[in-house]
């Protein structure tokens, strides 16, 4: 499911907090927290090296937003990606394909950050994003419920739960996309055949 594209930035207050969010989800990324300065992210976006603080208070707090936003998308895209009329096993291999989606897709750096960062975010702003991610989790946990109770999953179902998105969240290290040239892709697989095998190591036979 790729990402939409943004539309061009305007300089209303909203917009450029919005950037703001986006750059440093990249940077953050890209070069971790500690090594991501608010000086480089407003370099990024074109302002001023303290314009960022008329937006948020420090770096901590961007780094909140950052999950946030990340948190926000990928609930938006998951309930509009899982049907609820469908089986249990059709919910669960779209919410799998879905979730590969938000680490992977295109502009895709808002989770990774929360993987990787999570504990340079101090306590009182890991509450806004707990609750965010509980939601998240909900959706989840439903689908494996079924799952369970039909006997088809091979696993308690909150511990497949960790496990699953935790074995998934970890493809941020080590996917990378299947390039242009066959050659090259030999040995690599895309999103969709990812989470067909994904699917298939969880899963008892229907």
Do not use: C
Not at 60 to 82: F, I, K, N, Q, S
């Amino acid at each position: 499911m790729p990402v939409k594209p943004r539309p061009p930035a305007t300089e209303g207050p909203d917009n450029r907090r919005a950037d703001l969010v986006r750059v440093a989800a990249r940077l953050f990324r890209e070069k971790g927290f500690d090594g991501t300065t608010i000086r480089d992210i407003a370099h990024a976006v074109g302002m001023r090296s303290g314009s960022p603080f008329y937006h948020f208070a420090n770096k901590h707090e961007l780094l909140m937003a950052v999950m946030e936003e990340g948190l926000r998308l990928g609930l938006d895209r998951t309930t509009d990606a899982v049907d609820p009329s469908l089986s249990a096993t059709e919910r669960f291999r779209q919410l799998v394909r879905t979730h590969y989606g938000i680490l992977h897709d295109t502009g895709s750096d808002f989770i990774p950050v929360m993987l990787y960062d999570w504990r340079s975010l101090p306590a009182q702003y890991k509450r806004r994003i707990i609750e965010l991610k509980d939601r998240y989790d909900a959706i989840w946990q439903r689908t494996l419920d079924e799952l369970h109770e039909q006997g088809l999953l091979r696993a308690d179902a909150k511990l497949a739960r960790l496990m699953i998105l935790g074995a998934m969240n970890f493809s941020a290290t080590w996917y990378r996309a299947r390039p242009k040239s066959a050659r090259a892709a030999t040995h690599r697989v895309d999103l969709d055949e990812l989470a067909a095998q994904t699917v298939a190591l969880v899963l008892h036979p229907a």
